[in-house]
């Protein structure tokens, strides 16, 4: 039998009409066949409800507890889409991260998967249930439930196809599949039939949220392909693969923006070897990611360091900063979070030169300062003042014809 899993996220399960919905869409599925293992979210608000009410109990919340909270958005739902299967007729059993054998490591609120396992589920799978596993969350070595970061439940979906060796794995989701531009900013961008991993990977960890950059990574390293595709309609999605046609052909595929992100500024430090590798292993210490990193040396034999960081990992960065400061010859640390990050991509970009100088004009001509840059081989970065974000990544996917067809 066709063994499939299926990942429907926050919206498509947003309430109980649309948990009755999925519940159907399964049961047809289910009777067309299929070995069926679905993967459910939180309904879309609950997760960003729960940590509005842990912080307003606790400025900055123990992040064992805030695991152990967020982890109920998911179980609410798992038992829900399994009564309403039940109410269907359909024999389903819901599990927890935990129950599903999903181990992690023991980094609460953003823990990796160290192993999975697949038994108790293959067995029911087998035995004719239709299988309910809690997105988002796992278990670590001391029994304590961890969450994978958000928007998490795609590597559970993932990681589970790899896990079971499911035939398909699919990611429903409230748009039709991975587009050009997140369609809710840019109105004219375009459907993507395919998307070869490192590209969308790039996309993901860019700020296009559609796909949890960590899933993609999983997905990639596992050669697990994925459909996104909407739950709300029965067009084909989006494949997600390792090679795709157009590959070369195309040399931006598509805009991301990131406005989850703040920019630290480490001013006036001693300009001399060690003040950068202390700077960053002190962040890296306290799990904290680093993104774009620039250094100004300055008169006098003092320099600036500034990089970027996911907002939420701000107030924890200035912490584990706070210490080090002193060690490496004084200076100071300022937080600016009033900025976006937007990032062009496509693997085409390799071979091709000019996409920098053309996205810089695009924005100097509607008088957008760029305050950052970094580049890769398939991705240019900026940052730009947060008020201007949308428009510019407007003004990139029409620089670069994003929304004319034919790939
Ligand atoms: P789910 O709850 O199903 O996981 P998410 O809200 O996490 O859904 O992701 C879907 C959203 O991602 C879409 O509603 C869309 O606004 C946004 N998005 C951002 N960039 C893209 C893109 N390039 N293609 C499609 N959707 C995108
Ligand atoms: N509920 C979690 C979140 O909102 C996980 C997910 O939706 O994938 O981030
Ligand atoms: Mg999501």
């Known amino acids: 039998m066709p063994r499939i899993v299926q990942k429907f996220g926050g919206t498509s399960v947003g309430d109980v009409e649309r948990i009755k919905k999925v519940a159907e869409r399964i049961r047809s599925v289910r009777d067309q066949g299929n070995e069926l293992v679905v993967v459910v979210s939180a309904r879309a608000g609950v997760t960003n409800e729960l940590i509005a009410r842990a912080k307003a109990v606790c400025a900055v919340p123990s992040e064992r507890e805030l695991d152990m909270l967020l982890a109920v958005g998911e179980q609410e739902t798992i038992a829900l889409v399994a009564m309403a299967l039940h109410g269907l007729g359909v024999d389903a059993v819901s599990y927890t991260g935990a129950q599903a054998g999903i181990f ?26 239709v299988v309910i596993v809690a997105g988002f969350q796992g278990i670590n070595e001391f029994g304590h439930i961890t969450t994978l970061g958000r928007g998490g439940s795609d590597l559970t979906a993932i990681a589970l196809a790899a896990a079971l060796k499911a035939d398909k794995c699919e990611i429903y989701t409230d748009v039709d599949g991975v587009y050009t531009a997140d369609p809710r900013v840019v109105p004219n961008a375009r459907k993507l039939n395919e998307i070869s991993y490192d590209e969308m990977l790039e996309l993901a960890s860019s700020g296009s949220k559609v796909m949890q950059s960590r899933s993609v990574e999983f997905a990639k390293k596992y050669n697990v392909i994925f459909e996104v595709r909407s739950s709300f309609n029965y067009n084909p999605g ?164 994003l929304d004319q067809p034919g790939i």
């Open 104 to 129: 992690t490591d023991k980094v609460h609120t953003k823990a990796k998967i160290s192993a999975i396992n697949a038994k108790p589920i293959d067995l029911d799978l087998k035995a004719g249930k």
């Open 238 to 401: 989006t494949i997600v693969k390792e090679e795709v046609s157009y590959m070369e052909k195309v040399v931006v595929r598509g805009v991301a923006v990131d406005k989850d992100q703040a920019k630290l500024i480490v001013s006036n430090i001693l300009d001399k070897p060690g003040s950068a590798a202390r700077v960053f292993r002190a962040l890296a210490d306290a799990n904290v990611m680093v993104d774009m990193i620039v250094q100004n040396v300055g008169r006098h034999g003092v320099a600036n360091l500034t990089f970027t960081v996911p907002q939420g990992d701000s107030h924890r960065a200035l912490k584990a900063l706070e210490p080090v400061l002193d060690e490496i010859g004084g200076g100071q640390v300022a937080i600016h979070d009033h900025i976006a990050k937007l990032s062009v991509v496509g693997v085409g970009m390799r071979s091709h030169s000019g996409v920098a100088a053309t996205l810089f004009q695009a924005l100097a001509e509607a008088g957008i300062n760029i305050e950052l840059i970094s580049t890769s081989e398939i991705k240019i970065s900026i940052v730009i003042d947060l008020d201007r974000a949308d428009e510019a990544a407007r003004m990139a996917h029409q620089v670069f014809n």
